[in-house]
T-cell receptor, first 111, second 117 residues
Framework: TQLLEQSPQFLSIQEGENLTVYCNSS?????LQWYRQEPGEGPVLLVT?????EVKKLKRLTFQFGDARKDSSLHITAAQPGDTGLYLC???????????FGKGTKLTVNP | DTEVTQTPKHLVMGMTNKKSLKCEQH?????MYWYKQKAKKPPELMFV???????INESVPSRFSPECPNSSLLNLHLHALQPEDSALYLC????????????????FGPGTRLTVL
């Protein structure tokens, strides 16, 4: 069974600060997705990373896939209250349609 | 249209009621999913339909009965639920084909907030 850990579990920061959240596993991923879920809504896909060492940028968000494809990080620059939400990572399951989420990082950005 | 819609948005039901949750997508996706999400937890997979056939059932109790009438619609029929079944029920779709190596990027609906009294 693949062990997937997200850290920190909770993060509360002030608007304008930078932050990084992590997704780590004992297994190698074929790919990894990051989602953000706002309260009362469904998760929204932010990015998919596939290649070891890959870096993808989405405005103020920077996603990195570890060289060994066992871990990933999400860095947010100059956080805004609109970034508040639950950040979930989900590794690809190879040939399966399943998606298994990590426990998530709950981010609160205070104005 | 890149949207997954779910109805109703909120549902309150008694333990003897029968109700149904509905999900619709028009992205041509051939995989559709039901997830259950309790407060402060990640979504947990319940069922997967691939090409309108049930491909994964994560040992869900029979009081939850999924149905896929066509490639755009997914229902979840509820009967004799328990208060602990109260949760956010999320529907999702993807273009993932079982047995292929492509990633399973999923598009989620807004969910149905279910309360069982």
């Amino acid at each position: 069974t693949q062990l997937l850990e997200q850290s920190p579990q909770f993060l509360s920061i002030q608007e304008g600060e930078n932050l990084t959240v992590y997704c780590n596993s004992s297994s190698v991923f074929s790919s990894l997705q990051w989602y953000r879920q706002e309260p009362g809504e469904g998760p929204v896909l932010l990015v998919t990373v596939v290649t070891g060492g890959e870096v993808k940028k989405l405005k103020r968000l920077t996603f990195q896939f570890g060289d060994a494809r066992k871990d990933s990080s999400l860095h947010i620059t100059a956080a805004q209250p609109g970034d508040t939400g639950l950040y979930l990572c989900a590794p690809g399951q190879g040939g399966s349609e399943k998606l298994v989420f990590g426990k998530g990082t709950k981010l609160t950005v205070n104005p | 249209d890149t949207e997954v819609t779910q109805t109703p948005k909120h549902l309150v039901m008694g333990m003897t009621n029968k109700k149904s949750l509905k999900c619709e997508q028009h992205m041509g996706h051939r995989a559709m999913y039901w997830y259950k999400q309790k407060a402060k937890k990640p979504p947990e997979l319940m069922f997967v339909y691939s090409y309108e056939k049930l491909s994964i059932n994560e040992s869900v109790p029979s009081r939850f009965s999924p149905e896929c009438p066509n490639s755009s619609l997914l229902n979840l029929h509820l009967h004799a639920l328990q208060p602990e079944d109260s949760a956010l029920y999320l529907c999702a779709s993807s273009n993932k084909k079982a047995g292929t190596s492509g990633s399973s990027e999923q598009f989620f609906g807004p969910g149905t907030r279910l309360t069982v009294l």
